[in-house]
């Protein structure tokens, strides 16, 4: 009787992006995207910081109004959107963060201009004759 070939079973390579949802990534912006929509709707009277904390009430709440399945995802990654929105706006409105977030800093490479330091300190300049050598050329006593 004669064998029977059987076909060989490769190696399968699954690619995936692991522990990424795209969907839920989507619906947490939508849910930022929601809560900035809020601060147009809401009367300029209220206090911020009130409202701030009114988005982290809902994107906390939301979730648990929904049953499970696929809307309690949905409701979660939304949730998650606004929360985060509302958390930002928190700090902001206690001052934690500033209001300039993203302001840039023009600085010439050129050298025609001051670099502003971080110390507020000069930097001092390093010219030739500063660095020190270490071919041994030069007569040190040790």
Do not use: C
């Amino acid at each position: 009787m004669a064998k029977k070939k059987h076909k060989k079973k490769g190696h399968r390579r699954h690619r995936a992006v692991s522990g990424i949802n795209v969907s839920d990534v989507l619906f947490a912006v939508m849910g930022g995207v929601g809560a900035r929509l809020v601060d147009k709707v809401a009367p300029k009277t209220f206090n911020p910081k009130m409202i701030a904390g009114a988005k982290i009430l809902i994107g906390v709440g939301l979730p648990m109004l929904t049953k499970s399945g696929k809307s309690k995802g949905i409701a979660t990654a939304f949730g998650t959107g606004v929360a985060v929105i509302g958390v930002n706006d928190l700090l902001k409105a206690f001052g934690v963060l500033g209001e300039d977030q993203d302001a840039t800093l023009d600085i010439s490479l050129d050298g025609d201009e001051d670099v502003p330091t971080i110390t507020g300190e000069d930097v001092p300049t390093i010219t030739g004759e500063d660095i020190p050598t270490i071919t041994g050329d030069e007569d040190d006593e040790y």
